[in-house]
């Protein structure tokens, strides 16, 4: 496990500096995604990856979803990342030709026109402007075949017509806690965002956003997971102060936050 550690993303910063999400690598959170893995394996199935299908994933993290979808056998298999560590990592589950993990931004990817049929993304969008997501979904739409899919699991604000003072205090809040800008948008806006692009939706579902709650990290970790989990965090004061801040945090905007999921369809 050790070595594994040293290249897990935001190894050598401060806790006090590091972003949320790489602060619960280091605890030794696997499942990162707002809606952990029930949600994740609802996109998959809607998404219906097979053989012959050419898959691109933006931002893998630690490569948890990237196992689930390889365990489908795709054609090809291509993650693009920005973080060296976590491409690193990732690049370790891959074998073979067709399965590679290439360092680079989502807005640019490098990748071909036309040369995916799936092409998602989770847990990264919602850390976005408005101007970088647009460029990313359209950036997807770019990679994808006609017909092709594209899916998102992300940050949702709800209800739809949720009141500004409340929206600008969440994203306030969870910027502060998380140490990383959030701007997550409502479930209504999501689809918008991908329909402005020219991309047809297929399928939705949403889930609470209980990433640090007790249940939810046994289901999402099981039973050894959230013991090493606890034990990291017995043993870092440091840490322990800021994920109680962020569970703080969540437990406070329970009302008004949920995670979502999204598949839509290229045209042909």
Not at 77 to 106: E, H, I, P
Not at 174 to 201: F, N
């Amino acid at each position: 496990m050790s070595e594994h550690e040293e290249i897990l993303p935001g190894h050598g910063l401060h806790v006090d500096k590091m972003p949320g999400h790489w602060l619960l690598a280091q605890m030794g959170k696997r499942v990162l995604r707002p809606g952990g893995l029930e949600l994740t394996r609802q996109m998959l199935d809607a998404l219906n990856i097979v053989s012959m299908d050419r898959v691109v994933e933006f931002a893998p993290g630690l490569g948890v979803t990237a196992q689930l979808v390889l365990a489908k056998s795709p054609s090809s298999y291509t993650a693009v990342d920005a973080d060296d560590a976590a491409a690193k990592r990732v690049q370790g589950y891959l074998s073979g030709d067709n399965q590679r993990c290439v360092v680079g931004q989502a807005e640019h990817s490098g990748l071909p026109d036309n040369s995916a049929t799936v092409v998602y993304c989770e847990a990264m969008l919602s850390m976005k402007t408005p101007e970088n997501k647009a460029k990313i979904i359209q950036e997807a739409k770019r990679l994808l075949v006609p017909g092709g899919r594209y899916g998102l699991h992300e940050l949702a604000l709800v209800p739809d017509d949720i009141d500004h003072a409340t929206r600008d205090a969440i994203n306030r809040a969870l910027s502060q806690s998380i140490h990383v800008g959030v701007r997550p948008m409502t479930v209504a806006e999501w689809k918008a965002l991908l329909q402005r692009e020219g991309l047809t939706i297929k399928a939705q579902a949403t889930a609470p956003m209980h990433l640090l709650e007790p249940s939810e990290m046994i289901r999402n970790e099981g039973l050894a997971g959230m013991a090493r989990i606890a034990w990291n965090v017995l043993q870092n004061p440091a840490a322990r102060q800021r994920i109680h801040a962020m569970r703080r945090v969540f437990r406070q905007y329970d009302r008004n936050l949920a995670a979502l999921m999204l598949v839509a369809e290229k045209g042909n």
